[in-house]
């Protein structure tokens, strides 16, 4: 099977977008398939993958988001021209904007059956882009512009069942299939958290704390901060590593400075996913999580297939990762019921010792292995109907 995949972001920026993409992307060769990805370009490459085709397109930053990019004009009017002359069978649109309209017009040139993926809870993230204006008119446009483009698809894949709900508050009818990405769980073996914590002078013995996010305040990663300061107290020596970057990254280091965690929280970027980021991982005592916006909570099951214990709230897709899972302990969405869930995880080690044993049992149910047959049985199902 030939497949055009379309987004409007990709590595070199990294987030769960640009993950979700490549997994998908590398589930599908394995499987045989042939994969042709169309993004911006940023200047810098990222994210090839052997055996995919990766055309990246001229684009221009967006003054409201400097860390995205948006396909310029002329750069999509070539693009339609040059893959309009080629043969898809099915054309797979990951993000909302230009990605939406070239594929649009590639699937009404060529009567192609289009797939888009509903990564994002725009109506909860848009108002923290565009705080000057109103957000609750923010979030009535959301609603709109979702209803406009999930209705211009033939198939939606959504990641969670409480996605699913969202969509169908909104009136959108286009038939959907609840498809998580997923994992590939050959990419979250190994990993040495003693390593880590020599290199960045951490004790062996300290109690610590870890997440994984863009750094972006729809994350809630200001929350944490708050838990970590409410059990400094409790466990002296406490660490808290953050990986990842953002917008919101200024603010969260003030903020740690005020909450005087100086000598607690530690920023350490965007690290590479094949060997430092597992490291970090690893150096946890604990994982913790709070966003309330997830449509996956990817990293809840990287963390569980690692064999970290996972602290978490449980709001859209968390919900369903965390749902009768033994290798987690949910949390109440605020900051003193939190704080008392991962203080019973650092306190006590056969708690700790029986969610590390089961995280990775647990992180198999989201393995590609198990998930991608169904995304390609979508995909040869709307060929049959075409």
Request: net charge neutral; aromatic share 6%; glycine share 8%.
């Amino acid at each position: 099977m030939q497949i055009l995949m379309l987004s409007d972001v990709y590595f070199p920026r990294v987030n769960g977008v640009s993950t979700s993409i490549r997994t998908f992307a590398r589930a599908l060769l394995q499987m045989g398939h042939r994969v042709t990805l169309v993004v911006p370009e940023y200047g810098a490459g990222g994210g090839e993958l052997e055996g995919m085709e990766l055309i990246r397109l001229p684009a221009r930053t967006i003054f409201f988001d400097p860390e995205d990019r948006l396909v310029r004009g002329g750069a999509m009017r070539d693009a339609l021209e040059r893959l309009s002359a080629r043969r898809w069978d099915v054309i797979h649109i990951h993000t909302p904007f230009q990605a939406h309209r070239l594929g649009i017009r590639l699937s009404d040139a060529m009567r192609v059956p289009t797939v888009e993926t509903y990564h994002t809870y725009f109506e909860e993230y848009v108002a923290h882009y565009l705080p000057w204006l109103p957000g609750g008119a923010l979030r009535l446009f959301a609603r709109r512009v979702s209803r406009a483009l999930c209705h211009g698809v033939d198939q939606l894949i959504v990641p969670s069942e409480q996605m699913t709900q969202v969509l169908r508050r909104y009136g959108i009818q286009t038939p959907s299939e609840v498809i998580p990405t997923g994992i590939d769980l050959e990419e979250f073996k190994g990993g040495d958290g003693v390593a880590f914590r020599t290199r960045h002078g951490i004790p062996p013995d300290a109690p610590v704390l870890v997440t994984v996010s863009r750094l972006a305040v729809e994350k809630n990663i200001a929350f944490l901060l708050r838990v970590a300061a409410r059990l400094r107290g409790r466990h002296p020596g406490l660490r808290f590593i953050i990986a990842g970057e953002g917008p919101d990254a200024p603010r969260l280091k003030r903020l740690a400075t005020e909450l005087g965690l100086d000598e607690v929280v530690r920023f350490h970027g965007n690290l590479d996913r094949a060997t430092a980021l597992l490291d970090a991982y690893r150096a946890g005592d604990a994982f913790v999580f709070a966003s309330p916006t997830e449509t996956q909570g990817l990293v809840l099951t990287e963390a569980m297939a690692l064999g970290v214990p996972v602290v978490s709230t449980a709001v859209m897709g968390t919900a369903k990762v965390l749902e009768g899972t033994r290798a987690a302990l949910v949390a109440p969405e605020d900051e003193a019921g939190f704080a008392d869930a991962v203080d019973q995880v650092l306190s006590d080690r056969a708690l700790r010792d029986r969610l590390s044993e089961a995280g990775p049992d647990e992180a198999r149910r989201w393995s590609t292995d198990t998930l991608m047959g169904r995304v390609v049985s979508l995909y040869q199902r709307l060929l049959d109907e075409a």
